[in-house]
């Protein structure tokens, strides 16, 4: 019996009905069920035939395990997933009711800045003691042998590779900002060459077009540098090498700190790296 709509869209009841269930699966729907688990993102954000590759399973399994647990299928089941990720990030007007909720001692900006202020430092923090200097050096190795550098992103991430088109193009590195525009970001990405490297830039809840660009351009043997927060993400079986960033936030208001002084790193090193050439 299918369940009701409400119902189909709470992922506590989800998680319910597989904890009741998950010892009586056949083996496969258990490995999806497990994948699930720990790659919540991925579901929810990933087309069938992606999620079943990374599961290790055929697409049409992934529509027995939603049928077993009374979804009409996948993309139903799918549903689910994207409303996790909507309660974990809230839209910006319920962003500014949590701030207005918090004392202020009679000043509206103070207590702002210092909030800002310290989910910034606490995100440079974190880069600082969790970035692998190895991997940032051939990152920095892969971009500096590239003719040209594609940079990918979206959303409030596009200003990060915005700015580093504007750095390397002052630093004397080719590159191209796939921005998108008219909804050609397929064709921009095409002209990628064989030699080319693309940068792409999304975090949590990731969007789906640059997941898609970054695909096609690793379909197509492009190597792939991913600034992504965390290996589940999409781009993390795309990329051929990955750097994480955990950015803090502040009222829900992510930080861009650190994203920005990686950005700076990858830049500035590249031209480097090109210089001792």
């Given amino acids: 019996m299918a369940m009701a709509e409400d119902e189909t869209r709470d992922f506590a009841d989800f998680s319910a009905r597989l904890a009741d269930r998950i010892d009586q699966l056949p083996k496969r729907l258990r490995q999806v069920a497990h994948f699930a688990n720990d790659h919540p993102d991925e579901i929810a954000l990933g087309t069938a035939a992606a999620v079943a590759e990374n599961a290790g399973v ?78 940032i050096d051939a990152a920095i190795e892969l971009l500096a042998g590239a003719d040209i550098i594609h940079l990918v992103a979206a959303r409030r991430l596009f200003s990060v590779a915005a700015y580093l088109a504007y750095a390397f193009g002052n630093l004397g590195q080719r590159c191209a900002l796939v921005d998108h525009v008219g909804q050609l ?19 949590n809840p990731y969007s789906p077009d640059t997941i898609e660009l970054a695909g096609i351009a690793h379909q197509r043997g492009n190597a792939i540098l991913a600034i992504t927060d965390s290996p589940a ?38 031209a480097e790296h090109k210089g001792r050439d």
């Fill in 58 to 135: 055929q697409a049409s399994t992934l529509v027995r395990f939603a049928k077993t647990l009374g979804y009409s299928g996948f993309s139903d089941l799918q549903q689910v997933f994207l409303a996790r990720l909507k309660q974990r990030f809230p839209d910006y007007r319920q962003r500014v009711a949590l701030l207005r909720a918090e004392p202020n001692e009679g000043s509206l900006s103070a207590p702002l800045l210092n909030g800002f202020a310290d989910a910034a430092a606490l995100s440079i923090e974190r880069l600082r003691t969790s970035a692998d200097p190895e991997k």
């Fill in 185 to 203: 970001g397929k064709e921009q990405i095409s002209l990628a060459g064989p030699r080319d490297v693309v940068l792409a830039i999304s975090y």
């Fill in 233 to 270: 993400s999409p781009l993390a079986r795309l990329a051929r090498i990955r750097l994480d960033v955990e950015e803090a936030d502040h009222g829900a208001f992510r930080s861009l700190a650190a994203t920005f002084a990686l950005a700076m790193t990858l830049a500035v090193g590249t």
